[in-house]
């Protein structure tokens, strides 16, 4: 189906040439006035592709049938080309602010004109595709929320999940303590701490329903359970990396707790330069009646590490941030630096250790 062109000039004759160069092509309407455009506009909202806009009119000029199409909505949804035999820079700018999309000078070229239409209208055309497709992605968003808040809160209202996430919080208490022994251990031996503070997080129902779904598993509990390492999560934030090591070879030596599994990206960073010690791991908790082992996310990094990965961590989760790729390589550069930081200050660290003994 041929798309509708509107041709709004004053002079007959321009109307004229303008319909023999398109008509070919479109459906081709004229209007003399911007009153007759607005009527026209009526009659073929969605049929029209262009307009063709004279400024320089009659009982209503080009500048009130912009202000006009913007009023009613139509300028989002139908490009306007000014025709006008000036080329004042001013005025361009002037229009192109109002959202015209392109000028078309007098004397009309018939190639210039027809490509500066086409290229506006396939423009036009796909800006509407890609806006009806982030409608429908976010309308899919929205009821993908709205589901994962109806489980979240089937899963808050559940007995035997509550009872789970209880364990899991008892799980955390247990790996606090243990490194809290530790670290006055240090305190009293070497004079110095191994950590600077731990924190600690359980998963929220939101995240754990989240998270099963892409994995391809149902909600249940024994699904938690099985295919989830990070319901429960403690964060050690240690001075120096020689201390996330020694920390960390201390902790899976005690007899009651078992490492399922390492990653070092430490040694091994992230592509994005992300750093830090993650162990999975298994630890008995005891309860009135019986003992569980219930797996625990312990991650382990340097203060700078963290501060980095809360940078990092704001950026993934922000929408829409202006230059997000330069940010990305400036956080990686950052965290090339963080590492050398990391070392030479355990570096003097030691030579003062070795003037002290």
């Known amino acids: 189906m041929q798309g509708r062109i509107l041709v709004v000039d004053d002079a007959e004759i321009n109307r004229e040439i303008l319909r023999d160069m398109l008509e070919d092509d479109y459906i081709v309407d004229t209007a003399e006035d911007g009153e007759e455009a607005l009527l026209r506009l009526w009659e073929y909202p ?29 300028l989002k949804k139908i490009p306007v080309l000014v025709i006008s035999s000036e080329s004042a820079v001013d005025i361009e700018n002037h229009c192109f602010s109002l ?8 004397p009309f070229e018939s190639s210039i004109v027809k490509n500066r239409i086409r290229n506006t209208v396939e423009l036009f055309v796909c800006k509407k595709q890609l806006e ?39 799980a955390i208490m247990e790996i606090e303590t243990k490194l809290k022994i530790l670290n006055e251990e240090f305190s009293r031996e070497y004079k110095r701490n191994p950590f600077e503070s ?5 998963k929220t129902p939101e995240s754990i329903y989240e998270k099963l779904i892409r994995k391809g598993h149902s909600i249940s509990v024994e699904n938690i359970e099985e295919h989830l ?22 902790l899976i030596r005690q007899d009651d707790i078992i490492l399922l599994k390492e990653k070092d990206y430490i040694r ?3 592509s994005n330069g992300y750093r830090s010690l993650h162990l999975i791991i298994s630890i008995p908790i005891f309860l009135s009646h019986e003992k569980k082992y219930r797996k625990v996310e312990v991650q382990f990094r340097t203060i700078a590490m963290d501060f980095w990965a809360s940078l990092e961590h704001k950026l993934k989760y922000k929408k829409n941030v202006k230059d997000a790729e330069e940010i990305v390589e400036q956080l990686k550069i950052c965290a090339d630096s963080i590492e050398t930081l990391d070392y030479q200050m355990q570096e003097i660290r030691n030579k003062i250790d070795r003037h002290n003994k």
């Open 99 to 106: 959202g015209v999309s392109d000028f078309i000078h007098k």
């Open 268 to 270: 091994n960073p992230k």
């Open 229 to 250: 390492a990070d319901v429960a999560g403690v964060r050690v934030i240690c001075s120096f990396p020689d201390d996330i090591y020694r920390l960390a070879k201390l």
């Open 46 to 74: 969605e049929e029209t592709v262009a307009i063709l806009l004279d400024l320089q009119m009659p009982k209503m000029d080009g500048f009130a049938v912009i202000a006009a199409m913007k009023g009613y909505g139509w």
């Open 132 to 170: 009806q497709k982030v409608e429908k992605q976010s309308e899919k968003l929205k009821e993908q929320s709205q589901i994962i808040e109806m489980q979240a809160e089937k899963l808050r209202k559940a007995e035997p999940f509550n009872n789970l996430m209880m364990q899991y919080h008892c």
């Open 198 to 202: 731990i924190k600690s997080r359980l």
